[in-house]
């Protein structure tokens, strides 16, 4: 049995509690780590991404996987991303600023949230989430919806301070907006 631990957002967190999966395939032989590009260095539209693991685990995935999987400008960008290390030290502090402020609004507005540990925050809005996606989005705000265990629940990502400030004016307009109509 294969064990995969996906770290996609692992470079945001400081937390020395935060398990590291480079620990665990190197205790356990049937673990892999992936990690990308995607989040924190800003290669999404890119998709490249890496696999930390032990060489018969490596070579078992590699039978499976497809060939030309990415391309010389995604390697490219993906090397200088890693060598730019003052970016991501930036996005980092930036990331943690907006989730400080995120936080500091939903306590103020009353909303409960899930402690955050990537760039994203999700926060019991109190009315179907879907209503809320809906109004959001005619604001010009997206956020993600629709979670099958939490149908209250919105997920929003971290933006720019000035994107943050925005999404919580129209949070609470959305807010008020539904108060009304129940």
Known sequence: MLVVLDEAYCEYIDDPAYPNGVEYVKQYPNVIALRTFSK?????SLRIGYGIGRPDVIRTV????????TTRYAQAAAKAALADKAFIEECKRRNAEGLAYLKAEFDRLGLKYFEPYGN???FDAGRPSQ???EALL???IISRARWTHYPTHIRITVGSAEQNRKF??????VLQELAVRV
């Open 138 to 140: 005619r604001k010009g």
């Open 168 to 173: 919580i004016e129209a949070l609470e307009q």
């Open 131 to 133: 209503e809320v996606f």
């Open 62 to 69: 590699n039978q499976v996987r497809e060939p030309f999987n």
């Open 120 to 122: 994203f925050v999700m």
């Open 40 to 44: 924190i260095y800003g290669l999404a």
